[in-house]
Nanobody, 130 residues
Framework: VQLQASGGGLVQPGGSLRLSCAANGFPLDYYGIGWFRQAPGKEREALSCIDSSDRPTYYGDSVKGRFTTSRDRPKNTVKLQMNSLNPGDTAIYYC????????????????????????WGQGTLVTVSS
């Protein structure tokens, strides 16, 4: 079972990118799929999660209103649409699957937020620079 995030690249400030999380070996339909990022020298940051009923949850204030997660069931992928990007969004972006169909709540933090995700994919680099 493997997850793979793709769609990263170089984008100018104010631009947009759409990341995709694909699975090799299992259907994503039944799992909560989260997006995370880690910038150099910083801790891993949770961004969003979408549960098996396609209900999204967004974590923290840094991406609310700019990032949107959605599920593409025919393609067995989960997307992260990122708009109004700024240099602070530069990071490696990862997707991960929870053990079940649900997502951590918006107010969870620390182990409660990260421990439910037990399958992690290879990341994709997003660089926001002019």
């Amino acid at each position: 079972v493997q997850l793979q995030a793709s769609g990263g690249g170089l984008v100018q400030p104010g631009g947009s990118l759409r990341l995709s999380c694909a699975a090799n070996g299992f259907p994503l339909d039944y799992y909560g799929i989260g997006w995370f990022r880690q910038a150099p020298g910083k801790e891993r940051e949770a961004l969003s999660c979408i549960d098996s009923s396609d209900r999204p949850t967004y974590y923290g204030d840094s991406v609310k209103g700019r990032f949107t997660t959605s599920r593409d069931r025919p393609k067995n992928t989960v997307k992260l649409q990122m708009n109004s990007l700024n240099p602070g969004d530069t990071a490696i972006y990862y997707c991960a699957a929870t053990r079940g169909s649900w997502c951590p709540s918006e107010t969870d933090s620390g182990p409660l937020l990260f421990n439910p995700f037990n399958t992690w994919g290879q990341g994709t680099l997003v660089t926001v620079s002019s």
